[in-house]
């Protein structure tokens, strides 16, 4: 099974902060990466796919780069209701997903 | 407007069984592959069942395998999770979502619980 590895687990920033959240898998995943974006109580939300597709609706703040086994999520530019726990998936070989990085308000 | 609304989650007790249903709505259902995946509390996200657009292909995550079983019913545009033998570490909750993961359900809670 392909492992997936996000750090760091918990990020504290400011408002306006650019802030980059990273995701690393155990092999190559030849950029079949999406990122989620989950809210306290809410089902994820698609923000990228094909790591650096923007989902319709998802805001121009958000980008993905990446390749290989190494991955990364930027907001250019945090906003308070950025406010939530951030996901990586590989679908390289099925579905699997990283741990998570909560991210906070400074 | 995508809707995927679940149903049937609750209280269980282990090795009991359950079933779980996505209707689904807004889209042409039959066109997609679908998936169940999981969230045990205050844990990350696990995929749990993938079932193709037209019901041919099902596969299933190691621990699972064995005891839940995905179908789909594409003239009711549901998706459906058969499980059986439920056991404490079942305990989680459940959302249905396209392969794609672009549209999820708001999510089922399951308690496997004596």
């Known amino acids: 099974d392909i492992q997936m590895t996000q750090s760091p687990s918990l990020l504290s920033a400011s408002v306006g902060d650019r802030v980059t959240l990273s995701c690393k898998a155990s092999q190559n995943i030849y950029k079949y990466l999406n990122w989620y974006q989950q809210k306290l109580g809410e089902a994820p939300k698609l923000l990228i796919y094909?790591?650096?597709s923007l989902q319709t609706g998802i805001p121009s703040r958000f980008s993905g780069s990446g390749s290989g086994t190494d991955y990364t999520l930027t907001i250019s530019s945090l906003q308070p209701e950025d406010v939530a726990t951030y996901f990586c998936?590989?679908?390289?070989?099925?579905?699997?997903f990283g741990g998570g990085t909560k991210l906070e308000l400074k | 407007e995508v809707q995927l609304v679940e149903s049937g989650g609750g209280l269980v007790q282990p090795g009991r069984s359950m079933k779980l249903s996505c209707a689904a709505s807004g889209f042409t259902f039959s066109n997609y592959g679908m998936a169940w995946v999981r969230q045990a509390p205050k844990k990350g996200l696990e995929w749990v069942a993938y079932i193709s657009y037209d019901g041919g292909s099902t596969y299933y995550r190691d621990p699972v395998k064995g005891r839940f079983t995905i179908s789909r019913d594409n003239a009711k545009s549901t998706l459906y999770l058969q499980m059986d033998s439920l056991r404490s570490e079942d305990t989680a909750t459940y959302y249905c979502?396209?392969?794609?993961?672009?549209?999820w359900g708001q999510g089922v809670m399951v308690t496997v619980s004596s």
């Open positions: 979502t396209t392969e794609a993961g672009d549209y």
């Open positions: 998936q590989q679908y390289n070989s099925w579905w699997t």
């Open positions: 094909y790591t650096n």
